[in-house]
């Protein structure tokens, strides 16, 4: 039975059941000794009716009045009676002679009394004597028989019951043993599992019992504990960001001046270069050509960490995404290999209210990147889903990284962005979308291209995730909220 409730239920069944017994142990204990008390009282009528008879019996040997004689013969007659009533019960206090003893001796007794012709006749007085004598000193055994049978009983009684509450008691302190280890001990293994949480080491909960609720209790914990680290690793990526936001203003509006200080003087140096002899000149001119395409260059790279910085504001709006992949496309027309370089995989019309140029954006980087990486081919996948499709089915096998929490929503798009390139290395996957991380060659790339897509898809209130299967290629997965803009 794997649930704490069912085995708590069990116990207190079990204790309920031995409660049960022992009420039923107790009533008849004590019925046993109702019946016991009640036939000792009948015991102790026949010792009081033998003993009122003999009472009876000395008056009329002394006074010779006859109501003393007719007392100790209806004495006599009930004592007879009685004997025949309680033969059974008196069978079991006497031994195997006693019985047909006290029989004959009171009917002998009987006998002796039957007529007035006792006054005077010796003999005769002796046998009612001897007689009642024997009947007494019976009836008087068989009492005591009884009384210390009685008490027999009653300490009997008295050690079964205390045996049964013993017993009550070792199964309460069973149940209670059972419960620490169903219940207390568990949760004593959590409460140690606690305690690295507080020195800031977040580890996945052990299952520490196979119990329904435990289980259940366990993976909250987990789940709570990938919750945290996931907004750990959120504040901490933000607090990166604000920092690098900060860094890159700064630097930006420092190299700005210089920059356009350098260009300046390679534009002027090439226009009075005319004066230079033939061969110089051209080596001055190329040298100079390539002062001003590096510093144009260097501007560039200085106006995306302005607009990193400067953070503008996107304007969300009703946008068909096959426009924006067409217009992605047109804009990438001369850089791509072949016409058949990006295939388009689009299932109906999907319509997203986002802002189209910075989507367009994160087309242009991810295709660029794809082909910068040695892909032939891009196919570009897109279909309505719903917040049961993420994460996509590549994201839970292989090399995988995810960006973001997708904003719940009824209905949404996944995009993926396959190509058949070289793919990732497992051990530079965790770092695609870190700013500034690149795999070209120096001086080849700035590593803000896979960092601004991961911003752009967050912006609108998506995901992203990228993974590289063994076989070569990578497939970035795009989850996309149909009301995109933020609330």
């Not at 850089?335 to 910075?358: I, K, N, Y």
């Not at 798009?413 to 870190?434: A, E, Y």
Request: aromatic share 4%; with cysteine.
């Amino acid at each position: 039975m794997n649930s704490i409730r069912g085995k708590i239920v069990l116990i207190y069944l079990a204790l309920a059941l031995g409660v049960g017994a022992f009420v039923l142990f107790a009533s008849a204990s004590l019925r046993y000794l109702e019946q016991r008390v009640h036939e000792g009282a009948q015991v102790a009528a026949f010792q009081e009716t033998a003993q009122e008879m003999r009472r009876h019996e000395k008056n009329f040997l002394l006074y010779r009045a006859d109501e003393d004689l007719a007392a100790t013969q209806q004495l006599a007659l009930r004592l007879d009676w009685q004997l025949a009533q309680d033969r059974a019960l008196l069978s079991e206090l006497a031994l195997a002679d006693e019985l047909p003893a006290l029989g004959k001796a009171l009917e002998r007794y009987r006998r002796e009394l039957g007529d007035n012709g006792l006054a005077g006749n010796e003999p005769r007085e002796a046998s009612v004597r001897s007689a009642g004598h024997v009947i007494l000193t019976l009836s008087e055994t068989l009492a005591e028989r009884e009384r210390t049978s009685l008490g027999g009983s009653v300490r009997q009684s008295r050690h079964a019951l205390l045996w049964s509450v013993g017993v009550l008691v070792l199964m309460a302190l069973a149940g209670g043993q059972v419960l620490y280890r169903v219940v207390g001990r568990p949760l004593r293994q959590l409460e140690e599992q606690l305690e690295p949480l507080a020195q800031g080491r977040f580890h996945a909960f052990t299952m520490v019992s196979s119990d329904r609720e435990i289980v259940s209790f366990t993976q909250a914990l987990n789940h709570m504990l990938e919750e945290l680290e996931l907004r750990r690793r959120q504040v901490l990526q933000s607090e990166k960001l604000a920092a690098l936001g900060t860094l890159a203003s700064g630097v930006a509006h420092e190299l700005n001046n210089p920059l356009g200080n350098i260009s300046g003087a390679a534009q002027i140096a090439l226009e009075e270069c005319d004066a230079a002899s033939p061969p110089l000149r051209a080596e001055l001119q190329s040298w100079l050509r390539q002062i001003d395409n590096e510093t144009e260059r260097a501007r560039h790279i200085v106006r995306i960490l302005l607009d990193y910085s400067r953070r503008p504001s996107q304007e969300t709006q009703p946008t068909s995404l096959r426009e924006v992949l067409e217009k992605t496309l047109l804009l990438l027309h001369p850089r791509l290999p072949s016409d058949a370089a990006v295939r388009l995989d689009l299932s109906g019309e999907l319509q997203l209210r986002v802002d189209p140029q910075r989507l367009q954006q994160v087309f242009i980087n991810l295709i660029q990147n794809a082909l910068d990486a040695g892909a032939g081919r891009v196919l570009i996948q897109a279909a309505a889903a719903g917040p049961r499709d993420w994460p996509p089915g590549e994201a839970t096998t292989g090399t995988v990284q995810v960006l973001g929490s997708p904003r719940e929503a009824e209905r949404a798009v996944l995009i993926r962005v396959r190509d058949d390139g070289p793919g990732i290395p497992p051990g530079r996957i965790g770092q695609v979308f870190d700013p500034f991380f690149t795999t070209r060659a120096p001086g080849e790339g700035t590593g803000l291209g896979l960092y601004i897509v991961g911003e752009i898809v967050q912006e609108h209130g998506g995901a992203i995730a990228v993974s590289s299967p063994p076989e070569g290629g990578a497939c970035f997965a795009l989850w996309l909220p149909e009301d995109g803009a933020r609330p």
